[in-house]
């Protein structure tokens, strides 16, 4: 492997000395006056609290998990099917595990130091309050994505050069190294699940709490210091949008790679760099784009007053993009050789560079179309709008349709994204899209939690009664704010829908089946209980929310009734109540959400098998997807008509404000909007991520613990005792009857323990038996041959049928065989017959390596010709997958 690889890490050290250098900027800048540090202080501290509180419970998520996954990775398997691990995919785990809190904690603790800055630097200029926000954004973003792109890069080289050093790409050495490496993403979207989930419910059951006894019962504003749920609020947005989104994202980066590395790692090529380009890529663009963004975030600025807020972040935003799209070029070019294959499916370097295009354009896409459902002034936002002064119910119909509806075209561009990019370069260019979709983690984090920095900083202007103008400033960054978050999710969701089918792509791969069937009632039941599981998870995380709400209601009720003079500014809020509810009530209540993602791939896949686990995932990620979309955007357009009363609205020519009765109605479809777009909505996309990389893991263990007849024959089918047209025999027939092992002495003094219906006691009956004459139907199937996936490799498993065939036929120097290689009738039938061919063709070669001549032996591939079963199932395609025998000579 070239030295390339060291470039990796590299970046992602730059990443982290750029995060380093800007977190000292907002450190120095000023924090305000003793009462503004003081509110910073409560949020911080609460924040802290919350950390410390969820780090306790995943400590005994992660240490009970990292031990089974010890043992696991002590597990060789079987020689059909071995299990390519080590018991250190438990420190992958750890590792992955820590840096995906680490992520969040870094996000949050700058967060917790810009939001005052913000505030008092709105008190100078909108364009101070901008440049201490999204700079506080970019220290998360670029911390992040430089852990990211660090731990992956580092960790890739320390398991190569320990398992597979000087080994190929395709070696069992190498599987072995990313199926551990594949540990480190299982920790990060684990952690990043309940870092999510827990926020989530944290941030909402205090907002809902404030809403409906501060604005709504008490009609105090929304950040007034008199609410005693206000710093509980303030922490949330903390908590979740900053430290949730962290895990997230630093997950969905870490997966997106991993998925492209699983599936570059089938890829034989010649190149410069050893055979490891379609593995080096992946990571390349990672760090490629990491500098991109970072280059970008010094473009995010205004010049005044009246700038736009939003053009200047997309501004930031499209740099990005394009210097990662022009990189990426020049990385394809420099990397890959001209000509790849993957599972049979050829394609060239030119279109896996146009992949990477379709995934920057689909991200790209996606955040247009987000921001156009969610932004003040569009159509959709007004539409609800004008519902609010019909009432409180109509508000919510025309969320609820708006949501709905935003669905539509995401659905379309990420369905058109997976058609193009598999077409440019196959399931390696569905995967490399999701890769360069991801590329620009950096910037999209820094624009997102620029968001809550901002809130924040209105938060805590509001509650020490700062000048008006502070506010409106502070108010013109949120407004954008909550665009950049309802587009960053929007993102998040997209990213996880080509990185879960990238991941699918590796699992069917490393669990042994080709295809998932929904015609099997099974599959089309695991297919529905997968559609159902966003359902469920969403239902718990809504009720979490409305449960831990509701006790932050009565806790304000009681303070507002029993402490007397927190209405006229006399006495102080119990605030620390507050902030206890909602970590305890997140604390507890995200458990069950997170044991459902990673308990039930496990439960499928040991009991009904990886093709039902297939179907379960196939309906998890269809239905999270869409029940992601719709939450995340109907809750940002909910809330963004809310806000919109602040400037005033037209409806039906007349004018409303805050406090009229369209705006109650606002808020009480901002209400159930917030649960919608700040916990369950957000938690789809790492739903459906994290329960495609449980299944990558426990695939080889599937494998093994599963029926051998469908999850370990690869292209294998069973000869019956007696010689006859292979068409004529039931595929499982074959299977059943390879019977118990004999010793079979032969006359070159060899003698040969074999099975006595396997292929090699028929092929000697056929032999000895001078009245069964040679016949061209007269064929004889492999039982214990295996092939790479896609390839013509043949695995080290069948050496000893491969001996035991030249044995037979050096005892037996007259005889002549002809190899045929056979094929399903899936995918391209051209790739086909080449595959088959090269398969027969390379077992020949094998043959003449154990000494028979090449005057002997013949060799033909025939495709997809003389199928012996259905190719209806699984079953009958992988017994059409076969190489046969037949004997032209005696």
Not at 639 to 662: C, T
Not at 827 to 838: I, M, R, T, V, Y
Request: glycine share 10%; aromatic share 8%; net charge negative.
């Amino acid at each position: 492997m070239n030295n390339i690889i060291y470039y990796v890490p590299v970046f992602g050290i730059i990443g982290l000395l750029y995060t380093a250098w800007r977190f000292s900027w907002v450190s120095k800048q000023p924090a305000g006056d003793e009462n503004m540090q003081k509110l910073s202080g409560y949020i911080a501290d609460g924040a802290i609290a919350f950390l410390k509180a969820e780090w306790k419970v995943l400590a005994y998520f992660a240490i009970p998990t990292a031990v089974l996954l010890f043992f696991l990775g002590s597990n060789e398997g079987t020689a059909e099917n071995p299990i390519h691990s080590s018991p250190l995919i438990s420190v992958s785990f750890l590792i992955g595990a820590f840096l995906s809190a680490l992520a969040g904690y870094i996000g949050m603790i700058v967060a917790t130091k810009a939001n005052v800055r913000t505030a008092q630097a709105a008190r100078t200029s909108l364009s101070k309050a901008l440049q201490v926000s999204f700079t506080g954004g970019s220290v998360m973003g670029m911390g992040v994505a430089g852990l990211a792109v660090l731990g992956l890069g580092g960790l890739f080289i320390i398991f190569y050069n320990y398992f597979a050093k000087d080994q190929p790409l395709t070696s069992d050495e190498m599987k072995k190294a990313i199926e551990v490496l594949a540990g480190f993403s299982l920790g990060a979207e684990s952690i990043a699940l309940f870092a999510r989930v827990g926020g989530g419910i944290y941030t909402k059951a205090a907002d809902v709490g404030a809403d409906l006894v501060g604005k709504v019962e008490a009609g105090i504003p929304e950040d007034d210091v008199r609410n005693p749920a206000t710093i509980a609020d303030n922490v949330g947005d903390n908590v979740g949008d900053v430290a949730g989104m962290g895990a997230d994202l630093f997950g969905s980066y870490v997966a997106t790679i991993l998925a492209t590395m699983v599936l570059g790692q089938e890829i034989n090529v010649t190149d410069n760099y050893g055979g490891f380009s379609p593995v080096i890529l992946p990571m390349m663009i990672a760090g490629v784009g990491l500098l991109a963004s970072l280059v970008s975030t010094f473009l995010v600025r205004i010049k005044n007053e009246n700038s736009s807020v939003q053009a200047a972040l997309n501004l930031g935003n499209w740099a990005s993009v394009i210097i990662t799209f022009i990189t990426s070029y020049f990385l394809v070019k420099t990397l890959l050789p001209e000509t790849l294959n993957l599972r049979g499916f050829e394609f060239t370097s030119n279109g896996v560079f146009l992949a990477i295009v379709v995934g920057l354009v689909v991200g790209a896409l996606m955040s247009i179309i987000t921001e156009y459902y969610t932004a003040m002034g569009k159509r959709p936002v007004l539409s609800i709008i004008q519902k609010s002064g019909t009432g409180h119910a109509t508000n919510i119909i025309g969320g609820l349709a708006v949501g709905m509806e935003s669905t539509v075209l995401p659905i379309l561009v990420l369905a058109a994204g997976i058609i193009l990019s598999y077409k440019f370069a196959g399931l390696y260019g569905v995967s490399i899209a999701a890769a360069g979709m991801m590329a620009t983690t950096a910037m999209q984090l820094a624009i997102d939690a620029f968001g809550p920095i901002a809130d924040n900083a209105g938060g805590i202007a509001e509650m020490s009664q700062l000048p008006p103008e502070v506010r409106e400033r502070t108010d013109n960054l949120d407004a954008v704010g909550n665009t950049t978050a309802a587009t960053g999710k929007g993102f998040a969701i997209a990213s996880a829908a080509l990185t879960s089918l990238a991941l699918f792509a590796a699992f069917v791969g490393i669990a042994g089946i080709k295809a998932i069937d929904i015609y099997k009632a099974d599959v089309l039941a695991g297919l529905f209980v997968g559609g159902m599981i966003p359902f469920i998870f969403s239902a718990l995380c809504i009720s979490a929310v409305g449960k831990a709400a509701m006790e932050m209601v009565n806790e304000v009720r009681r303070q507002f009734r029993e402490i007397p003079g927190i209405m006229e500014y006399k006495a102080e809020p119990e605030y620390e109540k507050c902030v206890a509810i909602s970590t305890e009530a997140s604390i507890k209540q995200m458990i069950l959400p997170g044991a459902i993602a990673l308990i039930t791939p496990v439960l499928v896949g040991f009991t009904m098998g990886p093709e039902v686990l297939g179907g379960l995932l196939a309906g998890v990620t269809v239905s999270g997807v869409l029940m992601g979309l719709f939450q995340s955007n109907a809750g940002g357009a909910w809330d963004n008509a809310k806000k919109s009363f602040e400037k005033g609205v037209l409806i039906d020519g007349e004018m409303y404000y805050k406090k009229s009765e369209p705006h109650k109605a606002s808020v009480t479809g901002d209400t159930v909007g917030d649960p919608f777009k700040d916990t369950s909505g957000p938690s789809m996309n790492i739903l459906i991520k994290l329960m495609s990389i449980v299944s990558l893991v426990i695939a080889p263990y599937i494998a093994v613990h599963s029926d051998s007849i469908t999850k370990a024959m690869d292209g294998i089918h069973v000869e019956a005792m007696t010689p006859q047209l292979a068409s004529e025999l039931p595929v499982s027939e074959g299977i059943k009857n390879l019977g118990a092992k004999l010793d079979k002495a032969l006359s070159s003094g060899v003698t040969l323990n074999i099975p006595e219906n396997g292929i090699e006691n028929n092929l000697l009956k056929f032999i000895e038996n001078p009245s069964q004459a040679i016949d061209k139907k007269a064929w004889f199937d492999f039982d214990r041959l295996t092939f790479e996936t896609g390839k013509s490799t043949l695995k080290p498993e069948s050496a000893e049928q491969l001996k035991n065939i030249a044995e037979i036929l050096k005892a037996f120097p007259s005889v002549n065989i002809k190899l045929g290689g056979y094929t399903d009738n899936t995918g391209d039938a051209n790739a086909n017959l080449k595959l088959s061919g090269n398969r027969a063709s390379m077992v020949k070669a094998e043959l003449v390596k154990l000494g028979i001549t090449d005057a002997r032996l013949e060799s033909e591939g025939y495709g997809q010709e003389n199928p012996v079963a259905t190719n209806d199932t699984e079953e009958g395609r992988a017994a059409n997958r076969r190489i046969s025998v037949r004997v032209t000579k005696k």
